[in-house]
């Protein structure tokens, strides 16, 4: 009977001994794996801000560079089998500069479809590359923009509707400063026709003009008098 006891007791601390003990600790889960990279130093050398794109145009934004500026960052390996990685470049423009801005910050944004910068990225390595001068680059839209000499707010109105300002959205232009606005366009031109500057006590017709790619077209308003003074091309030779 005792031995029998004793066998009992063996078996039982041999079962208990195999039996998982659970100490209350949760397992720890394997985190993401590191994405292998190598690092691109890109340097701006033409006129332009410069947005560099990843993949596609329509991809996300890299990084921005202004007009002779360098910027490093950590890009992922070229996984597609040697054909490498595609970094397109998108092109600004600021269109007004200076304290008689009304509008903010107006911009124009255009493309040189033949700037995609190519590159085989692999781990670990270094490497350089040049945003050129664009040869093929067109901004798909046109500017007005007219300078208040009067000593009264004014309003840019078409078919009766107020017309905003490029930038910051807002209706009036203040005395001494610059409204800019931006119109659709083509490359051969398109009428641009019967746009009027409201004041308070009259309203006068702007001078008709053909809103090319690419253009800002510079208007004076007096108080008597909307006057067309020059147009530009904002491109750089």
Same mark, same amino acid.
């Given at each position: 009977?005792?031995? @029998?006891?004793? *066998?009992?007791?063996?078996?039982?601390? *041999?079962?208990?001994?195999?039996?998982?003990?659970?100490?209350?600790?949760?397992?720890?889960?394997?985190? /993401? $794996? /590191?994405?292998?990279?190598?690092r691109?130093?890109?340097?701006? =050398?033409?006129?332009?801000?410069?947005?560099?794109?990843?993949? #596609?145009?329509?991809?996300?934004? %890299? %990084?921005?560079?202004?007009?002779?500026? *360098?910027?490093?960052?950590?890009?992922?390996?070229?996984? +597609?089998?040697?054909?490498?990685?595609?970094?397109?470049?998108?092109?600004?423009?600021?269109?007004? =500069?200076?304290?008689?801005? @009304?509008?903010? =910050?107006?911009?124009?944004?255009?493309?040189?479809p033949?700037?995609?910068?190519?590159?085989?990225?692999?781990?670990?390595?270094?490497?350089? %590359?040049?945003?050129?001068?664009?040869?093929?680059?067109?901004?798909?839209? #046109?500017f007005?923009r007219?300078?208040?000499?009067?000593?009264?707010?004014? =309003?840019?109105?078409?078919?009766?509707? @107020?017309?905003?300002?490029?930038?910051?959205? +807002?209706?009036?232009? /203040? /005395?001494?400063?610059?409204?800019?606005?931006?119109?659709?366009?083509?490359?051969?031109?398109?009428?641009?026709?019967?746009?009027?500057?409201h004041?308070?006590?009259?309203? *006068?017709?702007?001078?008709?003009?053909?809103?090319?790619?690419?253009?800002?077209?510079?208007?004076?308003?007096?108080?008597?008098?909307?006057?067309? $003074?020059?147009?530009?091309?904002? %491109?750089? +030779?």
């Amino acid at each position: 009977m005792k031995m @029998a006891f004793t *066998l009992y007791s063996l078996l039982a601390v *041999l079962w208990l001994a195999a039996c998982p003990v659970d100490t209350g600790d949760t397992p720890e889960t394997p985190g /993401p $794996t /590191p994405a292998k990279t190598g690092r691109i130093t890109f340097f701006n =050398e033409s006129s332009y801000f410069g947005i560099v794109h990843q993949d #596609a145009f329509s991809g996300p934004v %890299l %990084l921005e560079l202004s007009a002779g500026q *360098l910027k490093r960052v950590d890009v992922r390996v070229s996984d +597609n089998y040697g054909v490498g990685s595609t970094f397109p470049v998108e092109y600004k423009y600021r269109v007004v =500069e200076g304290t008689d801005l @009304a509008s903010g =910050e107006v911009w124009a944004n255009g493309i040189d479809p033949n700037v995609q910068l190519n590159l085989v990225i692999e781990e670990n390595k270094s490497y350089t %590359l040049q945003i050129p001068q664009p040869s093929n680059l067109e901004f798909p839209m #046109a500017f007005a923009r007219i300078l208040n000499t009067s000593g009264m707010q004014f =309003e840019l109105h078409y078919l009766g509707t @107020a017309f905003k300002q490029a930038g910051n959205g +807002n209706l009036p232009v /203040p /005395p001494g400063k610059t409204g800019v606005y931006q119109f659709s366009s083509t490359a051969e031109g398109k009428l641009i026709s019967g746009y009027t500057v409201h004041s308070t006590f009259e309203a *006068l017709t702007i001078p008709d003009f053909t809103a090319k790619h690419s253009y800002i077209y510079n208007f004076t308003y007096s108080g008597t008098t909307v006057v067309k $003074t020059s147009e530009q091309k904002i %491109l750089f +030779n």
